[in-house]
Structures are given as C-alpha cells and as structure tokens.
C-alpha cells in the first residue's frame, strides 16, 4: 500500500558534524511533507514543512529537499548539537486520504559528543 | 493551556477493562487528531474530528475504539475490552484548521496487563 518510509534506522554524528536524515514516500499525489522531532516520552515536535511545488526550504540549522522525482525527501541539520538526538519522521500528507498526515518509520539520530 | 494537553500521562489496566483518554486542544484549534504509536514506530492515524463531529475514523482498529468530541474543544478516546495488543502511546494533535501544522501532545502511555 502507500507508505512512506526511511533508509537508516539509526544514524550516529560527530557533534558539529552535518546530519542528513533520508526518507522515500511512494504517492506521486502527495502535496506536503513535514519533518517531526521526538524526543523520548515526549510528542513529535515540528521542525519543518515543505509544500510539493517546493524543492527545497531553510529553516534554522535545518533544510528540506524535496525531489519529486524520485519521491525522496532528506533534512538536512547543519552543525549538529548534542540537543538533536531524537527520532525524526518524515511525514506525508495525501490529498485524496483527507486532512491525515502518514508518518514513516523513524530514524534515530544519536550526536557523539 | 499553552499546548495540547493528554490525560492521564501513563494508565495501566488490565486485560478486558475500560479506558478513556483525555485531551485538551490548543484553544481556537478546530482540528483535532488522535495517532497510536507503538515502540520503534511512527504514528499511526486513528480518527481526525473536526468541530464536534468525526471527519474521518477510517483509523479506529475495530469497534472496540470510540472517540467523542461533543462541544468541539475536549476529546474523549474510549477502549473497551482492553486487549495486550493495545497497549501503545497514544497522541492528541490540534491544528487550527484542516490545512495547518499539527500540535502534538505528550501522549497517554496504555500498558493493557
């Protein structure tokens, strides 16, 4: 069926090093992709969005690429902090399916001191 | 409140018993989602209110699963004959339209013994 899902399940940086977290969606309909943080016994926390006639959008320290051709989405963390261990999900929003985001299967981060 | 509040934080239960879980939306959010997580995974859609009456509920598992939102702000999610295999985190999200980003909760950790 439609899914979205990651490459790396898991993914471990050098603090000061950039992250970059990968993701493929599989509906070619899918107009708005969202990028969450959740840290530990906590909620997904928004980090940033990207609408699909976009291919590319800067937030702070973090960036999202969107190519629409090979349905790939990546975030990119610039400078990574200690602060940035969490899982990160990628996110879809399918049109036709309502107003209900598909999130994938996650990808831990884990920042070496 | 400033966030999407979840009542309780953690319920433990036993095999065959009745749950409600509360949460409170941002104030002014119309939106309002329920997602289930279990460990190692990403969010899963369950039902998605918007106002008082249930946009979509193609996510509930099974007619175990209820949700209610009569006055359009506090949502109720009612489990009955608990099974082990509900047990799992589940997450409130508000938004303040259908369109918009979603706010997340903490969530209510289910443990069904």
């Known amino acids: 069926g439609e899914s979205v899902g990651l490459h790396l399940p898991t993914l471990s940086v050098q603090e000061g090093d950039n992250s970059i977290i990968n993701c493929a969606y599989s509906?070619?309909?899918?107009?708005?992709f969202i990028w969450y943080k959740q840290e530990s016994g906590k909620g997904p926390q928004f980090i940033i969005d990207i609408r699909s006639n976009m291919d590319k959008r800067q937030g702070q320290r973090v960036t999202v690429l969107l190519n629409k051709t090979v349905k790939h989405l990546s975030l990119q963390i610039a400078a990574t902090q200690p602060g940035d261990s969490a899982v990160y999900f990628c996110?879809?929003?399918?049109?036709?399916?309502?107003?209900?985001?598909?999130f994938g299967g996650g990808t831990r981060v884990l920042v070496k001191p | 409140g400033a966030g999407v509040s979840q009542t309780p934080s953690n319920k433990v239960t036993e095999k065959g018993k009745y749950v409600e879980l509360r949460c409170d939306p941002i104030s002014g959010h119309t939106a309002l989602y329920w997602y289930r997580q279990s460990l190692g995974q990403g969010p899963e859609f369950l039902i998605y209110?918007?106002?008082?009456?249930?946009?979509?509920d193609s996510g509930l598992p099974n007619d175990r699963f209820f949700a209610v939102r009569p006055e359009g702000s506090v949502s109720t999610l009612k489990i009955q004959r608990t099974e082990r295999g509900d047990s799992a985190v589940y997450l409130c999200?508000?938004?303040?339209?259908?369109?918009?980003?979603?706010?997340f909760g903490e969530g209510s950790r289910l443990t069904v013994l």
């Open positions: 209110f918007q106002g008082t009456g249930a946009a979509d």
């Open positions: 996110a879809e929003n399918i049109p036709a399916a309502g107003n209900k985001l598909t």
């Open positions: 999200a508000s938004s303040l339209s259908n369109t918009g980003e979603l706010f």
């Open positions: 509906n070619s309909a899918s107009d708005y």
